[in-house]
């Protein structure tokens, strides 16, 4: 029965998640082309408070716990667990005061309308997984970048996303450079759970009556840190201690 009603609800959710990819690519081209920076930046930020109401469509909703204020006078690197695509809206949308770019593969670039304009000019940085000097020399530049504008980035150190939920071991060569070139950092970390269950049934139908829930965790100062392999394993062990174990729904 789970499965008839997701395959029903899975239809206006496509419909309604490929009418905001359209419109708000034109939305964000206009806006960066036209008004620069802020007005893309805003446009972005009311992108992903729709693809969250297409989350609604399917009985799904986003609780978000954060307790903590932020300062905006200094670059912050957001770390968290990675189960599915739709961690990434409700991290721009809660975290939006923090300006969230994005360590992305090079493939999600092109293609993709809304979400590939994005990456490619609102300040994240695209990589080539294949190609580990590209890949470290981009990150090298965007930490620079970062702390140029006091701006965040959001990495996902697992590397690809969990499709059962279980976490993956965090990879370090990419956070210990974002880490050198941003040495004025505040770490942010970020549990995630439930969102794997999204497509439990793969890309059709979308599951339904999920909480997706976002768990922000106390702030760290990366120059307080002499070790960069102690923290990654304190911010590993705090994210991995708020992962819900697996059942299957």
């Known amino acids: 029965m789970r499965k008839v009603i997701a395959s029903i609800l899975s239809v206006p959710f496509y419909l309604a998640f490929g009418l905001c990819l359209v419109i708000f690519h034109v939305v964000q081209v ?58 990434i809206p409700p991290l721009i949308w809660h975290l939006r005061q923090l300006h969230p770019k994005f360590i992305s593969k090079k493939e999600l670039g092109k293609g993709i309308p809304g979400i590939s304009y994005n990456l490619k000019h609102g300040g994240s940085v695209l990589i080539d997984r294949n190609d580990r000097n590209q890949a470290l020399n981009a990150i090298s530049k965007f930490g620079q970048y970062l702390n140029q504008f006091n701006r965040s980035a959001v990495i996902f150190p697992e590397g690809t996303r969990s499709r059962t939920g279980k976490p993956k071991a965090f990879s370090r060569n990419g956070l210990k450079t974002l880490f050198e070139h941003c040495p004025t950092a505040k770490i942010v970390s970020v549990s995630i759970n439930n969102s794997w269950k999204l497509q439990k049934f793969g890309m059709f139908p979308m599951n339904v009556g999920l909480n997706l829930k976002f768990k922000v965790h106390q702030t760290l100062d990366l120059a307080e840190f002499d070790n960069y392999d102690t923290l990654i394993d304190q911010v590993e062990a705090t994210i991995t201690e708020h992962i819900l174990p697996v059942k299957t729904t």
């Open 30 to 87: 206009i806006c960066f082309k036209g008004f620069g920076y802020q007005a893309h930046k805003k446009s972005v930020d009311i992108f992903n408070f729709f693809l969250l109401r297409c989350l609604n469509l399917l009985g799904n909703w986003v609780s978000f716990e954060n307790n903590f204020n932020f300062k905006r006078n200094q670059p912050h690197i957001i770390i968290a667990n990675h189960q599915s695509m739709f961690d």
